[in-house]
């Protein structure tokens, strides 16, 4: 007898955990953790089923009725508290971090896809990949049929930063760890550009004249050698014929002194070249150190370029995006008071029409978010499920409290952000993803916990790639209430 009641016992509290499971945590936090705005009231699910209990365990929160509310930011550990929700026997613990930004964890479905393959690129409703050495296409995102293209000149190892796929009116390009290789087919390719040095996420793009019918690609160097120089390179394509490549600027090293006479800046590496397809500008972005970290722009396809701002981390980015009235960008910084800008093609325009050579100051850009306590990285544009265009960043937890030996200010987690409205006056900012770190996960890797956006089909599917946290690998995402 007492054997039956056990079983019968176990097998109610099974039905129960799992009922819960579905009802509350799995749609509430998927992964037991989240992000609290404070100030803001967080409704608590299913707080009006029968024994159903919420509790909260941090600083300045507290509970009222179904909702929970923090009064005061923070960081360090006083940032964090948990939050425990109970049902019958059964029970949850979720971990919550205070945040001063608006989030809305409901906003898009995240769905793990396939393990370490680079995403490449989309073509059509398929998505471009590769396993290192191979170039795959595979249909319906990874759950489809896989077919084999080719083997690439270079490998590719699984980094979540790589370039795109570069679809031009002169075939495709690819930025690898040695240089750029072109294909007419994507089954036959070449080098043409050997750099030996690898590229960033944004370091491959181009711009077609139609008047010449001439194809300029473009490509930066990345690597962490304080000694050498790194260069912007430009090649030339009339059809399928190459005209060939050429260095369009290259810095001085972090190493090297200014030299008299010489107008040269120095970078310790290239971050960002990029197209505004709006005007065909070629916007090139630098770091590391605050002399070293620039914005420039060049209106003549990189015969010459202009200082756009310099001199600050505010300027160290690796997100340059152009909407149809702005550039946006981020901050690549360890500092505490990260923020997202923007600056007005109006403004830039008034920099070139001034009679007095100057750059551009903050005066003259908006602030479009603080979003403070996290390295930014990189951003794409993206439509919702209305069509409406959207930017999607992603954020690691790259920071330090000032003073103490905490690390880091808020968490180890990874974000996902959403900028819509992107063209108003005020545009909105929401966070709408956490990801924590692999489980084990410890020591500075925690600190590069990220999953990065990679682009979009024509099936509005988001392909992510994760990179030391709990979903490594390719993720996929769809919007699902983005929009007004």
Not at 279 to 287: M, Q
Request: charged content about 25%; overall charge positive.
């Amino acid at each position: 007898m007492k054997n039956r009641v056990k079983s019968a016992f176990l097998l109610i509290k099974k039905f129960v955990g799992a009922f819960a499971y579905r009802i509350v945590w799995r749609r509430f936090s998927p992964f037991g953790v989240l992000s609290v705005t404070v100030k803001h009231r967080l409704h608590l699910p299913y707080s009006n089923f029968p024994w159903a209990r919420w509790k909260v365990f941090g600083y300045h929160a507290e509970i009222h009725g179904a909702y929970l509310y923090v009064s005061e930011d923070s960081v360090g550990i006083k940032s964090r508290g948990t939050l425990c929700f109970s049902w019958f026997f059964y029970s949850k613990d979720f971990e919550y971090t205070v945040v001063p930004w608006e989030v809305d964890h409901r906003a898009a479905k995240f769905k793990k896809s396939a393990n370490h393959y680079t995403v490449l690129g989309s073509l059509g409703s398929n998505v471009l990949f590769t396993n290192e050495q191979s170039l795959f296409i595979s249909e319906s995102r990874f759950q489809g049929k896989w077919t084999k293209l080719c083997n690439l000149p270079w490998k590719q190892k699984y980094r979540s930063d790589r370039s795109l796929l570069l679809n031009t009116p002169s075939g495709w390009f690819l930025r690898t760890d040695g240089g750029v290789v072109w294909s007419l087919d994507l089954k036959k390719w070449e080098v043409a550009l050997d750099l030996g040095a690898r590229g960033m996420f944004q370091h491959l793009d181009f711009w077609h004249d139609v008047k010449t019918n001439i194809t300029y690609v473009f490509t930066g160097e990345y690597t962490t050698e304080s000694g050498r120089r790194h260069g912007v390179y430009r090649g030339a394509y009339r059809g399928e014929e190459s005209l060939g490549w050429e260095c369009i600027y290259e810095f001085r090293s972090s190493e090297e002194a200014p030299q008299p006479g010489q107008n040269i800046a120095a970078a310790r590496h290239v971050h960002v070249v990029a197209v505004d397809h709006h005007s065909g500008h070629l916007l090139v972005s630098t770091g590391d150190a605050d002399h070293e970290s620039a914005i420039y722009i060049s209106r003549d396809l990189g015969q010459s370029f202009q200082t756009l701002f310099s001199g600050d981390q505010k300027y160290r980015t690796l997100m340059l995006v152009c909407t149809d009235r702005y550039i946006y960008w981020n901050m690549d910084t360890h500092l505490q008071d990260q923020c997202v800008f923007r600056v007005s093609k109006e403004n830039v325009e008034q920099l070139f029409r001034s009679d007095i050579p100057r750059k551009l100051e903050l005066s003259d850009v908006d602030v479009v978010a603080r979003l403070p306590f996290g390295a930014q990285w990189y951003g794409i544009k993206v439509k919702d499920w209305k069509g409406k265009e959207q930017l999607i960043m992603s954020a690691g937890p790259e920071s330090q409290v000032p003073d103490t030996g905490e690390k880091p200010h808020r968490d180890w987690n990874a974000r996902i952000f959403c900028f819509d409205k992107l063209d108003s006056t005020n545009p909105g900012v929401k966070e709408i993803a956490l990801f924590p770190p692999t489980p084990g996960l410890r020591g500075k890797d925690r600190m590069y916990c990220r999953v990065d956006p990679r682009c979009q089909d024509d099936q509005q599917l988001i392909y992510f790639m994760g990179h030391n946290s709990i979903y490594d690998g390719c993720v996929t995402a769809r919007f699902r209430r983005i929009g007004n």
